[in-house]
């Protein structure tokens, strides 16, 4: 009598542990622990984050500084990551439908604006630039795929506050709090800053005037998916005093009509 096969009687076969590469996985521990911290660590910190030894974390971050997945600042001696994972992480934001949606709608307002145009999705640290579309005259400011945007200087960084989530802006604040000077001195200011947030959600954009930068202003608009929640922002950017940053004004008006436009594809897609 012949042998019964592999899962017809004894029920569907146990799928077979793959063979993997221990030492990939442990230099992973130390991706993990980087990347649960949301902040630069010292080695000790790393170490002890990872459950490694720090002799033994030191060699794993020798080889993963030089797959450009992990970098050391000179001047602090502390690790952050490197410009391969930043560019896996931007390929991963690159992917989400709202993205996608709005990269034509981004180039169209560029050219027919003479201005830049910026898109920006969520990412661990803020508001990402993934698609920057320059025009007109070079801005003397340092933008690019990849800049994260100050959640409170920047009208981009505004608008991500009042359409985003509670939970998901905390953790943001928490990482650039640490890192620039966007702490509220005090309970007035953040009563202030709230109070801002709710005019935004009312008319639904928002403007920065020479401010991060002196001579430089925006518009931002959110657009949103079928079920009303924040998919990216999309940010036109210009010189202060050639840029409309009326709220009804021409730059106002068409972004607005991209977003809605952007949006009416995402919930048919959906």
């Known amino acids: 009598m012949k042998k019964a096969a592999a899962g017809e009687a004894g029920g569907a076969p146990k799928e077979k542990a793959q063979r993997g590469v221990q030492s990939t996985e442990v230099g992973g521990r130390l991706?993990?622990?980087?990347?649960?911290?949301?902040?630069?660590?010292?080695?000790?910190?790393?170490?002890?984050?990872a459950e490694l030894a720090p002799a033994q974390a030191h060699t794993y971050l020798v080889s993963l500084t030089?797959?450009?997945?992990?970098?050391?600042?000179?001047?602090?001696?502390?690790?952050?990551?490197?410009?391969?994972?930043?560019?896996?992480?931007?390929?991963?934001l690159e992917h989400q439908?709202?993205?996608?949606?709005?990269?034509?709608?981004?180039?169209?307002?560029?050219?027919?604006?003479?201005?830049?145009?910026?898109?920006?999705?969520?990412?661990?640290?803020?508001?990402?630039i993934v698609r920057y579309e320059?025009?007109?005259?070079?801005?003397?400011?340092?933008?690019?795929?990849?800049?994260?945007?100050?959640l409170t200087k920047t009208a981009t960084g505004r608008v991500f506050c009042a359409f985003l989530p509670a939970e998901r802006v905390q953790a943001m604040w928490a990482t650039q709090a640490t890192r620039t000077l966007d702490a509220f001195a005090s309970a007035d200011e953040r009563d202030?800053?709230?109070?801002?947030?709710?005019?935004?959600?009312?008319?639904?954009?928002?403007?920065?005037?020479?401010?991060?930068?002196?001579?430089?202003?925006?518009?931002?608009?959110?657009?949103?998916?079928?079920?009303?929640?924040?998919?990216?922002?999309?940010?036109?950017?210009?010189?202060?005093?050639?840029?409309?940053?009326g709220f009804n004004g021409a730059v106002a008006r068409a972004l607005r009509a991209a977003s809605e436009a952007i949006g009416r594809e995402l919930a048919a897609a959906s």
Do not use: Q
């Open 31 to 49: 991706l993990h622990a980087l990347a649960r911290a949301r902040e630069p660590l010292a080695l000790t910190d790393l170490a002890e984050s």
């Open 66 to 92: 030089r797959l450009g997945l992990i970098k050391r600042d000179e001047l602090s001696g502390r690790y952050e990551p490197g410009p391969l994972s930043l560019r896996l992480g931007l390929l991963h």
């Open 97 to 128: 439908s709202a993205y996608r949606a709005a990269v034509p709608h981004a180039t169209a307002l560029a050219e027919a604006l003479g201005c830049s145009v910026a898109i920006c999705i969520a990412g661990p640290h803020g508001p990402t």
């Open 134 to 150: 320059h025009a007109g005259f070079p801005l003397h400011m340092n933008l690019h795929v990849g800049t994260v945007m100050s």
């Open 192 to 245: 202030a800053f709230e109070a801002t947030l709710a005019a935004i959600r009312k008319r639904g954009i928002e403007r920065a005037v020479d401010t991060p930068s002196p001579g430089i202003s925006s518009l931002s608009v959110p657009v949103l998916d079928a079920h009303g929640e924040l998919g990216a922002a999309l940010t036109v950017i210009g010189s202060s005093g050639a840029i409309d940053v």
